[in-house]
């Protein structure tokens, strides 16, 4: 270690995921191990613009590893969008002699950690924690794991229902932009069909596919429609092309919405986030900054910040083969 930081803030922004709180938790515990000094930070850029700090050791986080959500809070900060508010910060930061910090987040996040690091010249690290999976540097966010287990649940009993009505389910899943929750559940699950963003089945090979899955002899199906899919305006619309084009099939349509971000994290997501939290600590004891801690092939690497705010996650093409095998 060749870095005079004496103490690390960690905190938590934008939306949750499973997985944080392991993270927070090896944060403060790599922190007391190495005999550096902790401080929890708040509702993300907010406490930090309000100084709202809590010094934090190795018991402060326990019991904490298992639990889903973030026990430093979230929130939406506008104001840290401004140089003043971010003057303020850094203001705060200083008071609190703290030397640096570890943000766990997503590229929001990341974007007000490197732009914050560029004005100040103030230390960061990123860890990546939200349950899309789309974050570029990384194979897998926290949260990632544990969203597709919590997702795969919900469609088998969904399924169950189905099976026993002769129903149609729509299953809307959350990706605004990417399909990675969708594709990966829709295998996971069974599903017949898998509407993601990055690939348009459109409306016409979608009747083709439910006509051929009831010819088949299926009586019950399962479509799995990530929100951002531009097959239809929405999962609601496609419900009613369906209902018009196909009236033999009984069709439902669920939302899973916020569910899909709670709950407490998988094991995977207990590791990965115990393993992140270690390496981002650190990181920053070896002097690197303005990097994201990410993993591939099982093994942790560095990405720069602007690199992981700027870069494209792709979707598995080898997983769609394997979804349109599967749906035969």
């Known amino acids: 270690m060749v870095s005079e930081i004496k103490k690390i803030g960690v905190f938590t922004s934008g939306g949750d995921s499973p997985g944080m709180n392991a993270a927070i938790r090896s944060v403060v515990r790599t922190?007391?191990?190495?005999?550096?000094?902790?401080?929890?930070i708040y509702r993300g850029y907010e406490g930090m613009i309000e100084g709202d700090f809590k010094p934090m050791d190795a018991r402060?986080?326990?019991?904490?590893?298992?639990?889903?959500?973030?026990?430093?809070?979230?929130?939406?900060?506008?104001?840290f969008r401004t140089e003043e508010g971010r003057k303020k910060a850094y203001e705060q930061l200083r008071a609190e002699g703290i030397d640096a910090f570890v943000v766990i987040g997503g590229d929001g996040s990341f974007t007000g950690a490197m732009i914050f690091n560029q004005e100040f010249d103030f230390p960061v690290i990123g860890i990546p924690g939200t349950i899309d999976n789309d974050i570029f540097g990384t194979t897998f966010t926290l949260g990632f794991d544990t969203a597709l287990n919590t997702v795969?649940?919900?469609?088998?009993?969904?399924?169950?229902?189905?099976?026993?009505h002769n129903r149609l389910f729509f299953v809307e899943v959350m990706g605004r932009d990417v399909g990675h929750i969708a594709l990966n559940a829709g295998v996971g699950a069974g599903a017949e069909e898998?509407?993601?963003?990055?690939?348009?089945?459109?409306?016409?090979?979608?009747?083709?596919?439910?006509?051929?899955?009831?010819?088949?002899?299926?009586?019950?199906?399962?479509?799995?429609v990530a929100e951002g899919d531009?097959?239809?305006?929405?999962v609601f619309e496609l419900k009613e092309y369906v209902e018009e084009h196909l009236p033999i099939y009984d069709v439902r349509v669920s939302v899973l919405g916020h569910m899909q971000r709670g709950g407490p994290p998988s094991c995977y997501d207990r590791v990965l986030a115990s393993r992140m939290g270690v390496k981002a600590v650190e990181s920053l004891l070896e002097g690197k900054t303005s990097l994201m801690v990410g993993v591939q092939d099982n093994r942790l690497i560095?990405?720069?910040i602007n690199k992981a705010i700027k870069g494209h996650t792709k979707i598995d093409k080898e997983l769609i083969r394997v979804s349109e095998i599967m749906t035969t």
């Open 31 to 40: 922190c007391a191990f190495l005999k550096v000094d902790c401080v929890g």
């Open 60 to 79: 402060s986080v326990n019991n904490i590893i298992n639990k889903g959500g973030t026990i430093l809070k979230s929130a939406r900060c506008e104001p």
């Open 152 to 164: 795969v649940e919900a469609i088998d009993k969904i399924r169950d229902t189905a099976s026993s």
């Open 194 to 224: 898998i509407l993601i963003p990055e690939e348009n089945l459109g409306l016409d090979r979608l009747l083709e596919s439910l006509k051929r899955s009831k010819e088949s002899g299926k009586s019950s199906s399962i479509v799995i």
């Open 230 to 234: 531009k097959t239809g305006k929405n």
């Open 302 to 304: 560095l990405t720069p």
